[in-house]
């Protein structure tokens, strides 16, 4: 019988195409991961997986069984949730990870779960926070049923979902620089001060935001790393520097102006979605879905 670590081993090393992002999105060594592909291949008596000094990729063998990995992985996990919900006495639970950086569907989650409440009040919903790729990993593993993040499709290629919201990108900046702008190009800005994601806890973001400022043809002059936008929000508001944000927010707001950015790609527009595991959906699950992407939040009204 195949180990069901050999198969997340696998699945993870086919969907990043890498031994190194395979390994970090499972917490594992590379030996590690390596030897588990080699014990796989033996069970299996094929070769799976092509490797050379730079590229990794599926044989025809690899491609035939990687559907047929996700199925056993995804079937399992849904065997484990109902198993779960017997031993509660039939009491049924949804565990929900929402990302911080999410703040902007919070509303539309409110009004989606009162209404999903109103269908089933029977089940008991159980919300935690962690950010984007640790709930993919989370959603693999069994250990939430939903996801609410920010969607990217190099740590959600695996994972069906529904988008919810998409936020475009802007600057917030200190009110008190009076800079006196709506719109300005990035280049602008490339003298101030400027709040980075920290890279340990939000690479992808960092990463992003760092290409996006040298593209605009300066090094931007980073004065502080932060880990989420309430910290992000409160030294902006001091006057420390500015900060990139997904936002929907336009003029003044608790001491920051959100200015938008002139020639930025869609590339840069953030889209939040609700995530699951593609095999594992409950009808639970469904109509919770259902209930957030049909709510209708309210319209934000900021003084100018």
């Known amino acids: 019988m195949i180990d069901q670590m050999l198969l997340n081993h696998f699945i993870a090393v086919a969907q990043t195409g ?3 992002r395979a390994s970090e999105r499972l917490h594992a060594s590379q030996s590690v991961v390596s030897r588990s592909i080699a014990r796989l291949e033996d069970q299996l008596g094929a070769k799976l997986i092509e490797r050379t000094t730079r590229t990794v990729r599926l044989t025809p063998a690899g491609d035939v069984f990687l559907p047929d990995a996700l199925e056993i992985v995804n079937r399992l996990a ?3 949730r109902n198993v779960r919900h017997m031993s509660d006495g039939g009491r049924a639970k949804l565990r929900i990870g929402v990302c911080p950086s999410t703040t902007n569907e919070a509303d539309r ?3 989606g779960v009162q209404k999903f409440r109103e269908i089933w009040p029977q089940v008991e919903l159980e919300l935690s926070t962690a950010i984007g790729n640790v709930q993919a990993d989370m959603l693999r593993a069994s ?3 939903l996801g609410v993040m920010h969607v990217r499709k190099s740590h959600c290629a695996d994972l069906g979902w529904e988008i919810i919201g998409r936020d475009p990108l802007v600057v917030a900046v200190p ?3 009076n800079l006196g702008r709506t719109r300005v190009r990035l280049q602008e800005l490339c003298d101030r001060p400027w709040l980075m994601p920290n ?3 939000g690479r992808a973001s960092y990463e992003h935001q760092l290409e996006l400022c040298r593209s605009a043809g300066f090094e931007p002059k980073v004065v502080g790393l932060v880990e989420d936008s309430l910290a992000a929000r409160i030294l902006i508001a001091s006057g420390m520097a500015a900060a990139f944000s997904n936002s929907r927010l336009t003029g003044s707001h608790q001491g920051a102006d959100y200015v938008s950015l002139e020639g930025i790609s869609e590339l840069y527009v953030a889209e939040t979605g609700i995530v699951w595991p593609e095999a594992s959906m409950s009808d639970q699950m469904r109509d919770l879905v259902r209930c957030i992407v049909e709510a209708q939040p309210e319209a934000v009204t900021i003084a100018a």
């Open 78 to 80: 849904l065997a484990e």
């Open 199 to 201: 890279p340990e806890v």
């Open 18 to 20: 890498s031994f190194t």
């Open 109 to 111: 989650m409110a009004r």
């Open 175 to 177: 009110t008190v620089w």
């Open 143 to 145: 250990e939430i049923d």
